[in-house]
């Protein structure tokens, strides 16, 4: 399995990373740990030193460390309190963050170019998209990231997209307008890959264009998005939907992140 072989991957190489920096970390239980970093007055282990003093420095960003480890019973008690998602090192938001909230990674006309963006754009994390319902009502789901006109979903370990019952995606307004439903992967009586299709509902409702980063080493998502993209009816939103690898973007940005990601990742440029 794709998820369990890099989880084995980034275990290996964030304990040998972390040992090699001098970090404070723990390990999870169980026979692939899990590498965890407290916050600590130097830092923060989990991410590049600049990415982590910029994070800190900006309010709406620093929110996001408020949110707790959804396994966090799988860490040994701390005396810091509450293992947060973004101690983790399999946490994708901490690796959309690593990136984005690096000092001047958008000054690079490359990785601009690469996703279309405009020189003064900003990311915000966790973005209500508040995608329309029937009736009058709007969900109360995230979005991973906001950068200028693009809304980005961020993937790494995670095994899958989440699933959701067939009634429950009926209620989306736009649903059957904009998929072919059809021909969306479903198993029993529920649809697959549910994030994917409630970002592409909210790129539709919003005039937006939506992107999923994943890893290269995943191309079980890669496909997923695949399935789900092929069912998106009108031709002008299916092109502003796109993929993009991690290893793709590494390419675009400054040598210290670059070697960064590879240390503690293994994302290199293909």
Known sequence: ????ALRRELSQRNLEYAKKQSLVYCESYGSTPTIAYPRTQAGHGNFYKSSYKAIVGNAEWSCRFNKVHSQRK????????????????????A???????????????????????RSDASPQFGVKARVPLKGSRTDQTEVDMRLDDLLVESKLTETGFQTKRVEIMERYR????????????QVDEEFMSYQLIRNVLAAYA??????VMLDARR?????????????VIPAELRVRCL????????????????K?????????PV
């Open 1 to 4: 399995m794709y998820s369990a």
């Open 74 to 93: 799988a860490l040994p008690v701390s005396d810091h309190g509450p293992w947060k998602e973004l101690d983790s090192s399999n946490s994708s938001d």
């Open 95 to 117: 690796l959309l963050m690593n990136v984005f909230c690096y000092p001047g990674v958008l000054q690079s006309e490359s990785l601009r170019a690469l996703l279309n963006i």
């Open 174 to 185: 736009d649903f059957r307008e904009v998929f072919e439903v059809k021909r969306l992967p």
């Open 206 to 211: 919003m005039g937006m264009r939506f992107c």
């Open 219 to 231: 191309p079980d998502l890669r496909e997923a998005w695949h399935s789900v993209q092929r069912a």
């Open 243 to 258: 993929v993009l690898t991690w290893q793709e973007l590494s390419a675009t940005v400054p040598p210290a992140l670059r």
């Open 260 to 268: 960064f990601l590879n240390d503690k990742y293994g994302i290199a």
